[in-house]
């Protein structure tokens, strides 16, 4: 009877421990990389654009998990960057950038750094073997005339605890060397985005609004990119990957 007991408990103690730990990660964000109608080649129905804020901070964007009542944690967070210039396209990443950062926040918030790696020249891993970045090996992006490469940042591990529902903010950002012969002058940091109607891929959370954040992480507005630098409205492209956070139960007593 006791081992019957003991048996009996031991499976109530396991099975309240794997509803306290959630599902396993999943892509629940997908506002990829655009499937279509890529560069200079597809004229007035391109979908893709670079933006950067240069010297002033970064640009920015939101998305939503899941529905209002629900608790998520946010596991991985992956967005793109196009470094490049028509002088210059780098081999690797840690040629243009001293740094890469992934900042998060609220609906109505500034963003806060919650993940950042260091990056040698002639690298392209980081400090922090949680980000991760690689070459993405898609199109190359049509910079008037010069193709350059598309990287992708894979901040991992976040373990952030968000609500459900709600919209989240955040940026990747990269600290620019200095451009040789420009007075000191920086690399600017260009995040990948598209238009969402023309890139033929999923765009979850896609409304054609940019957000721009000071390099402190200072919310200081928004754009639409029609008319302010382009022909149409863009999304910063990211895939999220989180679980749900279910409730802990209380421990089965033994007793």
Not at 126 to 155: C, E, H, M, R
Request: net charge negative; glycine share 12%; no cysteine.
């Amino acid at each position: 009877m006791q081992a019957k007991n003991l048996f009996a408990t031991s499976t109530l103690l396991f099975t309240l421990a794997a509803w306290a730990a959630g599902a396993p990660p999943a892509l629940v964000v997908d506002r990829g990389l655009p499937q279509a109608n890529l560069n200079n080649d597809a004229g007035a129905i391109r979908s893709n654009v670079r933006w950067s804020w240069y010297d002033h901070g970064f640009v920015g964007d939101d998305f939503t998990i899941g529905a209002p009542g629900e608790s998520w944690v946010i596991d991985g967070i992956r967005t793109w960057a196009v470094p490049g210039n028509p002088l210059a396209d780098p081999q690797h990443l840690g040629d243009f950038y001293q740094d890469v950062r992934l900042y998060f926040g609220g609906s109505q918030d500034g963003l806060t750094p919650v993940a950042s790696g260091l990056l040698d020249a002639g690298e392209d891993q980081t400090s922090n073997p949680n980000v991760q970045i690689s070459q993405t090996g898609a199109t190359p992006y049509d910079n008037f005339g010069a193709n350059l490469k598309v990287w992708q940042i894979d901040f991992q591990h976040l373990n952030l605890a968000v609500a459900g529902g709600a919209k989240h903010r955040f940026g990747a950002w990269g600290m620019g060397r200095a451009i040789p012969g420009r007075d000191g002058k920086t690399y600017p940091w260009f995040n990948h985005a598209s238009n969402a109607s023309l890139s033929e891929a999923a765009e979850d959370g896609a409304d054609g609004t940019l957000l721009m954040f000071d390099a402190a992480g200072r919310y200081e507005g928004s754009f639409n990119a029609d008319g302010a630098g382009w022909d149409k409205p863009a999304d910063i492209n990211v895939q999220v990957f989180a679980h749900r956070a279910e409730p802990t139960a209380p421990k089965a007593s033994t007793n």
